[in-house]
T-cell receptor, first 112, second 112 residues
Framework: EADIYQTPRYLVIGTGKKITLECSQT?????MYWYQQDPGMELHLIHY???????EKGDLSSESTVSRIRTEHFPLTLESARPSHTSQYLC???????????FGPGTRLTVT | DQQVKQNSPSLSVQEGRISILNCDYT??????FLWYKKYPAEGPTFLIS?????DKNEDGRFTVFLNKSAKHLSLHIVPSQPGDSAVYFC???????????FGKGTMLLVSP
């Protein structure tokens, strides 16, 4: 059973606020990912990490930033939230020897 | 340009019948394919995968077929159950790459 957690599950916040979305996994996976997904659309990769101190930008340009100081933790930060950031944010991880990514429950972000 | 395409946004099937979800890809480098199931307000869960060295993989009620020459794969669910109602995403990866490319998903509705 995959153990990957995201908090908060839902967040409504005003424009201009700084927010951090948390993602933690207890599986010891080196590779972690952040996706953005809107209804009826594909999952867009916005950031990923190969391991501690490694971060890469994904296919979708994003104004967010990530950090990977510990293997189990991969937080995503928006310095100044805007209504265009309203979306579902999904965190995932996988082991080195597998293609399968395990997903957290997601954070539904609404910026007013 | 979308590299993984799910051209049917939705599919309705009666309980007990077969559900067939289709996926096409354009990138000939893709050699591993996965299907994920997603309920609203939850993260995707892995269902079944197939490597390009196979043309069929079966797991219980779920079977994935791969036609490499046509760059096409399909997911068969037999028999379909109301609990199968969800959005199904097709995803693809290439050897040596850590990322997945997703389609836009197909919403399956199984009615009793």
């Amino acid at each position: 059973e995959a153990d990957i957690y995201q908090t908060p599950r839902y967040l409504v916040i005003g424009t201009g606020k700084k927010i951090t979305l948390e993602c933690s996994q207890t599986m010891g996976h080196d590779k972690m990912y952040w996706y953005q997904q809107d209804p009826g659309m594909e999952l867009h990769l916005i950031h990923y990490s190969y391991g501690v101190n490694s971060t890469e930008k994904g296919d979708l340009s994003s104004e967010s930033t990530v950090s990977r100081i510990r293997t189990e933790h991969f937080p995503l930060t928006l310095e100044s939230a805007r209504p265009s950031h309203t979306s579902q944010y999904l965190c995932a991880s996988r082991s080195a020897g597998s293609y399968e990514q395990y997903f957290g429950p997601g954070t539904r972000l609404t910026v007013t | 340009d979308q590299q993984v395409k799910q051209n049917s946004p939705s599919l309705s099937v009666q309980e007990g019948r077969i559900s067939i979800l289709n996926c096409d890809y354009t990138n000939s480098m893709f050699d591993y394919f996965l299907w994920y199931k997603k309920y609203p307000a939850e993260g995707p869960t892995f269902l079944i995968s197939i490597s390009s060295i196979k043309d069929k993989n079966e797991d219980g009620r779920f079977t994935v077929f791969l036609n490499k020459s046509a760059k096409h794969l399909s997911l068969h669910i037999v028999p379909s159950q109301p609990g199968d109602s969800a959005v199904y995403f097709c995803a693809a990866s290439a050897s040596g790459y850590s990322t997945l490319t997703f389609g836009k998903g197909t919403m399956l509705l199984v009615s009793p």
